[in-house]
């Protein structure tokens, strides 16, 4: 850990910074940390104090018996239910813009392109839309399929800035778990169910993950990476995915068709 700072990205609290959900999700974490912080070390350090000063002693007094103090504990346990009941409240609060996809931004991708509608309990309360992206983990890889016509990429998900792009995960063979650290929470991709998760990226950057459920042999090199781009690049992406994909699909069919001449001239 010493030598690898990875490591220590978010040693004690989540990584955050690259969508509001996963600010959201940390600054939660950190609130409970630090309510939990001082009860530790009042809870520890009350026992520690009391082993120590009322240890028995050679040739002393039989320390005090003492058998329960009925104020003391009902303080510690109403105090304890008050502690809960704070957190819990406060959890409440923060959970709603950590589960419903935010609106996209005024710079994002603008709502003539292909844009899927939003189908989620709690749609951006603008009703706006998002960007809707197909992730399918399969052993031992990610692939991810965009709106539009058939474009789709693996290991690697485009996505412009400024827009809240919605995730429908699923798996084709096994359980996967979908996790970049600093765009939000895991989800597990699960044959034949469908799981959701969403995230909008500010600026452009590069954020990286991995399968977090342990998938089969090959689920180390399980990696995935989301690139944030302008809209502009993004269309541009596309486009040149989609041109891609149709030179190497007439490739293919070239080759079907040169299999078939060879194989009529051998007869
Ligand atoms: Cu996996």
């Known amino acids: 850990m010493a030598v690898a700072p990875a490591a220590w990205a978010g040693a004690f609290t989540p990584e955050a910074g690259g969508s509001p959900n996963a600010d959201e999700i940390d600054r939660l974490y950190r609130i409970v940390l630090y309510i939990a912080i001082p009860i530790f070390l009042i809870v520890e350090g009350t026992l520690i104090w009391s082993l120590v000063k009322f240890r028995e002693r050679k040739g002393g007094p039989a320390p005090a018996q003492i058998r329960g103090n009925t104020p003391l504990?009902?303080?510690?346990?109403?105090?304890?239910?008050?502690?809960?009941?704070?957190?819990?409240?406060?959890?409440f609060i923060y959970l709603g813009d950590i589960k419903n996809p935010a609106s996209s931004g005024p710079?994002?991708?603008?709502?003539?392109?292909?844009?899927?509608?939003?189908?989620?309990?709690?749609?951006?309360?603008?009703?706006?839309?998002?960007?809707?992206?197909?992730?399918?983990?399969?052993?031992?890889?990610?692939?991810?399929?965009?709106?539009?016509?058939?474009?789709?990429?693996?290991?690697?998900?485009?996505?412009?800035?400024?827009?809240?792009?919605?995730?429908?995960?699923?798996?084709?063979?096994?359980?996967?778990?979908?996790?970049?650290p600093e765009l939000g929470g895991k989800a597990d991709g699960v044959p034949g169910h469908t799981n959701e998760t969403w995230f909008k990226i500010p600026e452009p950057g590069v954020y990286r993950g991995q399968c977090a459920e342990l998938c089969g042999e090959g689920h180390a090199d399980m990696r995935a990476q989301v690139r944030a781009v302008s809209p502009e690049e993004y269309t541009a992406f596309v486009e040149e995915r989609a041109q891609e994909i149709k030179e190497a699909q007439e490739g293919?069919?070239?080759?079907?068709?040169?299999?078939?001449?060879?194989?009529?001239?051998?007869?």
């Not at 983990?137 to 485009?158: A, K, L, T």
């Not at 069919?253 to 001239?265: D, F, K, N, P, V």
């Open 73 to 91: 504990e009902l303080g510690w346990t109403i105090g304890a239910a008050v502690i809960l009941v704070v957190i819990a409240a406060v959890t």
């Open 107 to 180: 710079a994002g991708l603008a709502s003539g392109v292909a844009v899927a509608s939003l189908d989620q309990p709690a749609p951006p309360s603008d009703g706006g839309k998002s960007l809707e992206i197909e992730v399918n983990g399969q052993q031992f890889v990610w692939r991810y399929d965009y709106p539009g016509e058939q474009i789709f990429s693996y290991y690697e998900m485009v996505v412009p800035t400024d827009t809240t792009v919605t995730l429908k995960i699923r798996a084709s063979d096994v359980i996967h778990s979908w996790w970049i």
């Open 252 to 267: 293919l069919a070239e080759q079907r068709r040169e299999r078939a001449t060879e194989e009529e001239e051998v007869e």
